[in-house]
């Protein structure tokens, strides 16, 4: 099998008079942290949606694994191992940290929608549930309700919930958004932690995470890619300095 696991050809979405994404190539290697990066309004996010089906591509194809699901619905492509975190925090507030990490668990027993079933039913996930949120950092709080969690642990549950998911492929939307500095260390610590074997492609628009943690990095700018390559590379592009100038041309020079 290929290396690559994720391929975009041509990817473009266009709005009334307005072009998001223009003609975007991308290739994800697989076992690789591959970040998005660029301006404001540069199309990150509007690409994350085609990969998901949140939107219609206007034309270009998606491929995964060798086949093309550019077709598919948002149900089909998460079944395939294609799941996503949001940049608003996802989880459920008043179950406890444990819980909700086993909601992503249920898919696998087939019980999802099984209301009317014992708690009892759920006990094979407790030992899985417990691994990953070791995993992440959170074991001691498993019975803690998840409202009183701060926000860099509510995040990090987040990233539990969707490795219980069994993604092949985890697109992370802004995972540090919204965090302080210990924080935002201790998440992207965590992402190259849980990364050991899996995918990951990442929206972030923190330059030091971007240059610690990610193997290949795409600038996106105005909808089209601006350039491609390691972080070494890409932060003494001309374009992409011209293109963060004023914003983040010292976080792209002084990030590591």
Sequence with gaps: MSDVILETRQLTKEFKGFTAVSKVDLKVQRGSI?????PNGAGKTTCFNLLTKF???TSGSIVFNGVDITGERPAQIARRGIIRSFQISAVFPHLSVLENVRLGLQRALGTCYHFWKSEKSLAPLHGRAMELLAE????????EQTVNLPYGRKRALEIATTLAMEPELMLLDEPTQGMGHEDVHRVAQLIKRVSAGRTILMVEHNMSVVSTIADTITVLQRGAVLAEGPYGEVSKNPQVMEAYMG??????????
């Design 247 to 256: 914003t983040t041309e010292g976080q792209l020079q002084g990030a590591h």
């Design 136 to 143: 992440v950092g959170l074991a001691e709080l498993a019975h």
């Design 34 to 38: 591959h970040a998005l990066i660029g």
């Design 55 to 57: 939107l219609e591509p």
